[in-house]
């Protein structure tokens, strides 16, 4: 598969990515679809019991080391929970910028037709309202929204109305980047992974609920979804900043603002940007620690797995906009180009042992003449 393949692929599932809105515990319908996506491209696809989707191509050397791919489904939104006159309340899910409840930010409500739903499909009607304050008294943080027509039933989830996807001067930008990029990034990788041989079996992951506090990679974690042996990648959106800009290509990232990640799972990432640049010397990459935000990667450090991760630089993280404004996110082009590329050149190290130059030569032995010196000079 070439690389123009590979970008296609991507932009493609992200763009009808974004067409299904989701937030924290209502991703059924983006696991639907990443489901038959990867199934079509004649991969394992398998369901834990907590919603999480498992996509696996077993490796060519039994025993060998695996590599996994890790992104959520999830964005920050909204649960409608209950409604008196023409008002609804709804709960707070995830990192919704604090001036949404002040602002009048336009929202949807996304109403899936229940029989459809029971069959598997996902037909959806888009209700419009707006936020028109904070609902005041509630046991945890929430807001009232008046629609423009009474909704069926509750709960139902309710996300930003902003633009589902749209590619120009650039940039893509949409409601969901965080973190339908890195779910579309992992699509590509499988789709290349059902035509190269690594030693070592690659697998995506697509977990639920990580914007309320990486419900789901820690239930995976916790479960062993993945082999304990397995070298997790985390593959996410973040905040971009001084070291880590946009334009500047995919980000290597050495840890999130819980945990610094693992050098020996961080050196596949290294290996792949060193064999990229060997094919393009014009290839751009950066390494940063991105601590703005956690991600899926410390959940799985927490239960003991090597992980490392990357990431896209993310402009309106959370939706939040230049002057208190709610806004579409938005990343670069060709930072997620690189990126698709940049994850699956480590895919195909899966099973391998890799090291980066620098600790290559760190495990070189000393030189005599330094023993010589250290010994004389005592």
């Known amino acids: 598969m070439n690389n123009s393949e590979l970008r296609e692929i991507a932009l493609t599932t992200l763009s009808q990515l974004g067409r299904l809105p989701t937030t924290s515990y209502y991703e059924d319908s983006a696991a639907a679809y990443l489901t038959s996506r990867c199934e079509s491209l004649g991969l394992d696809v398998q369901s834990d019991i907590w919603g999480n989707v498992l996509v696996s191509r077993p490796g060519s ?12 489904m999830d964005h ?6 209950s409604e008196e006159g023409d008002r609804v309340t709804a709960r707070v899910l995830g990192g919704v910028p604090p001036w949404a409840e002040q602002s009048g930010a336009p929202v949807i409500a996304v109403v899936q037709d229940r029989d459809e739903a029971e069959l598997g499909r996902f037909r959806t009607e888009r209700i419009k309202g707006e936020i028109i304050g904070r609902a005041d008294g509630a046991d945890e943080r929430s807001v009232l929204i008046q629609f423009d027509e009474p909704l069926p039933y509750l709960p139902v989830p309710v996300v930003f109305d902003l633009p589902d996807f749209d590619l120009g ?9 965080d973190d339908l990029a890195g779910c579309a990034t992992i699509t590509a990788v ?4 059902a ?9 995506g ?3 639920r609920a990580e914007e309320v506090g990486l419900v789901g990679a820690l239930l995976a974690a916790e479960d062993s ?11 996410e959106t973040s905040l971009a900043l001084p070291g880590a800009q946009q334009g500047d290509g995919p980000v290597i990232r050495t840890g999130d603002r819980a945990t610094t990640f693992d050098n020996a799972a961080e050196a596949y990432l290294v290996k792949a940007r060193a064999n990229l640049l060997a094919e393009d010397e014009g290839f751009k990459c950066q390494r940063q620690l991105m601590g703005a935000g956690g991600c899926e990667a410390s959940a799985f450090a927490a239960h003991g797995y090597q992980v490392t991760g990357m990431a896209y630089p993310l402009g309106a993280w959370h939706n939040a906009g230049p002057g208190n404004t709610i806004a579409p996110e938005y990343i670069s082009l060709d930072d997620f180009a690189g990126g698709v590329l940049l994850a699956t050149e ?8 890799p090291a980066g130059p620098a600790t290559s030569r760190l495990r070189k032995p000393v030189e005599t003449s330094h023993r010589q010196w250290l010994t004389r000079n005592r």
């Open 61 to 72: 050397e039994p025993g060998a080391r695996g590599l996994a791919f890790v992104a959520h």
């Open 76 to 81: 920050p939104g909204f649960e409608a929970v």
């Open 169 to 177: 001067d650039g940039q893509i930008r949409m409601r969901a980047a």
């Open 190 to 193: 499988m789709a290349a992974a």
């Open 195 to 203: 035509e190269f041989d690594a030693a070592g079996a690659v697998y």
């Open 205 to 207: 992951l697509f977990t």
């Open 225 to 235: 979804l993945l082999p304990r042996d397995t070298v997790v990648v985390s593959v």
């Open 346 to 353: 480590a895919a195909k190290l899966a099973g391998t042992d």
